[in-house]
């Protein structure tokens, strides 16, 4: 029972502040250029400078699943269940996930890192002296940010991940891309885009959540600052897996 408690206490905590956050947003709209400043270097940060890495994941993703499946289905004389395979992994399954463990290596430590220096500094302080909310200030534009952010590069990768499939295709059944394309989206269904983009924006929500409230609770000393980061990378992993087995169980359970 002991060991329970902490951890309900960390649900509730994080709803709380997820639910603060959402207040906060309504705010957001009416505060200055500095915090909208926040908001553009966030999504700079988390969604442009990541396209290059997340090309090539992406890429290199729907190139695995053609040469694997593609041999594999062919023994079967199935090969066009390689179009519902490849939305499976990249649109609807591994794509989201894949997507928030790069927004998770890159941003969730920067956010936490960031807000720690700032509590460390008393910067957070000397907000609140002068009248400035540091929720509103500081951790609306970041959630706003990421979760923004973490919508976009899902779309980018799954685009990239089907483009980099069609040329690996060529090697084992060329066709135009014409008809490539046209069988995706015939295999393409409103549930895959719906699951694909909650899956996002439910990670981008988690990540921005818990590295706001780790680098929120750190204390007084220095060396905090990088177990804040640590902490932050751990616990958004766990917590997305999470999240990614609830609705991925919930979509084949309404099917």
Known sequence: MKLKIPFLTTI???IGFLVMLFKGCGVFMFRGQASFK?????????????????????????AAVNVIGIPLLSGFSQEQLIYPLLITMITRE???????????????TAIATEIAGMVVSHEIEAYI???????EHLAVPRFLGVTVSAF??????SLFGLAGSFLVAQFFNPMPASIYFDNLLQS????DIVISIVKSLGFGMIISVVAIIEGFAVERASTEIPVAG????????????ILDI????????WR
């Open 12 to 14: 509730l905590y994080n």
């Open 38 to 62: 926040i908001l553009i270097m966030q999504i700079l940060f988390t969604f442009v400078e990541a396209l290059g890495i997340s090309a090539l994941l992406a890429a290199g993703m729907g």
């Open 94 to 108: 591994l794509g989201p996930l894949f997507t928030a463990f790069i927004i998770i290596a890159r941003s969730a």
């Open 129 to 135: 002296s002068v009248g400035v909310n540091p929720v």
């Open 152 to 157: 976009l590069l899902n779309v980018y990768f």
């Open 188 to 191: 393409l269904r409103l549930p």
């Open 230 to 241: 640590l902490r932050a990378v751990g616990s958004t992993f766990g917590w997305c897996i």
């Open 246 to 253: 609830l609705l991925s169980a919930l979509y084949y359970s």
